[in-house]
């Protein structure tokens, strides 16, 4: 009777483990391993550095006054279309103009004081060749003379910059083109003593406008002139803008320890929607291939193994670039030569033809297990629907 206890024992004891596993087994996932693949196509293969910048006319002027004064006449205001030449300001010129008078009168006085030295200085030359007067007599004749004549000249120069000084004082546009600021007021004074004052500032061709971009050091080497741009503003969201890169200025910036360079871009502006200013996120394109054949940049990361594969065989190659193909039961290695890459499609220049499908990696596909097909239900609980009633 013991052994027959012990055995009911130990058999229902295996029949709870069996029980137990079967209902942890049954509610498992089932797995199953596939591959994903894309096919080797052309496409256009872009590298790209991003900056910032700043939109600028491509020359503006400050326009400024070398004179001091008070501004007496403004003819211009900010957005107005002004001609080289163009008279722009004046200042007062009541100044100036006593100035200039002072200058003219002592010049006539200079003048007139070298006409009686000239007499004077021929009369005693004729009396020391007679032996009349004195050597020491003539020399101070011809020393006043001299003296007569540095003094017009003086005089000349003194009214020359009289005159200047009252042009100074008639401010005109130095370029055509359009004001952008105005920094006085009629009736403000201005001050010329030790720097010029800002007037205007004057743009000359606002269709023709350029970005000043800051480009990372890291980048800058990749940059060339010549290299395609595009770039986009905040005023206009929705409009993408192209350009090229003019120049790269070989002067570094360094601000809080970081260093950019600047990278002159044309920005044509033939609709005026570009202002100074506006601030533009630039994308310089260093390198670009059009419709080259490519496969993937994830293929190349994707190596077989076992695990895998499963059962299927690997046929490996000899290479430092390898792409793999599936052909029946093998997963096959083609070692291909490569150009640039976008870090989305790698460039390939041989080793593998157009429409191949290479494989790209391993997804796993879960099966949910199918519902048993009785279970206990409640006698009292609804039955599926259209089954009928018993």
């Not at 001091?68 to 103009?97: C, F, M, P, R, W």
């Not at 006593?98 to 007139?112: F, M, R, W, Y």
């Not at 390198?287 to 994830?298: D, I, N, T």
Request: charged content about 20%; aromatic content about 6%.
């Amino acid at each position: 009777m013991k052994k027959i206890s012990k055995i009911w024992i130990v058999a229902g004891a295996l029949l709870i483990v069996a029980i137990g596993i079967w209902l942890l087994s049954g509610n498992k996932k089932e797995k199953e391993i596939s591959f994903t693949t894309e096919k080797v196509a052309r496409a256009n293969i872009q590298n790209s550095v991003t900056a910032t910048g700043t939109i600028e006319p491509v020359t503006s002027v400050t326009v400024g006054t070398q004179v001091s004064g008070i501004v007496s006449h403004l003819y211009v205001d900010y957005n107005s279309v002004v001609k080289k030449g163009q008279v722009i300001a004046e200042l007062d010129k009541t100044n100036l103009t006593s100035e200039l008078n002072t200058a003219k009168a002592n010049l006539a006085s200079a003048q007139s004081s070298l006409k009686y030295e000239s007499a004077n200085y021929k009369r005693y030359q004729t009396l020391y060749q007679k032996g009349l007067v004195s050597a020491d007599e003539f020399e101070s004749a011809r020393l006043s003379y001299e003296k007569a004549v540095q003094t017009v000249a003086t005089c000349k120069e003194s009214v020359t910059k009289a005159q200047t000084n009252l042009g100074y004082a008639t401010i005109t546009s130095p370029i055509d083109g359009v004001v952008l600021s105005k920094a006085v007021e009629e009736g403000q004074t201005v001050a010329a003593s030790f720097n010029t004052p800002e007037l205007f500032t004057i743009a000359q061709n606002l269709t023709n406008m350029r970005v000043i971009a800051d480009v990372d050091e890291a980048d800058i080497g990749d940059v060339k002139e010549g290299e395609r741009v595009t770039f986009t503003v905040d005023a206009y969201p929705n409009d993408t803008f192209e350009g090229a890169v003019t120049q790269v200025r070989q002067e570094a910036t360094t601000t809080n320890n970081v260093v950019t360079y600047e990278v002159v871009i044309s920005a044509p502006n033939e609709d005026l929607k570009l202002k100074p200013g506006l601030t533009a996120n630039v994308t310089i394109y260093t390198a670009e291939k059009q419709g080259v054949l490519c496969a993937p940049a994830k293929a190349f990361r994707f190596t077989p193994t076992t695990e895998t594969v499963g059962k299927m065989k690997i046929a490996d190659c000899n290479g430092k670039n390898k792409l793999w193909v599936q052909e029946g039961n093998t997963m096959k290695a083609y070692s291909v030569q490569i150009g640039m890459t976008d870090g989305i499609n790698t460039e390939i220049i041989s080793g593998i033809k157009e429409g191949s499908i290479i494989v790209t990696g391993v997804e796993e596909v879960t099966e949910e297990p199918q519902a048993e097909a009785t279970q206990e239900r409640s006698p009292f609980a609804p039955g599926p629907p259209g089954r009928k009633k018993k």
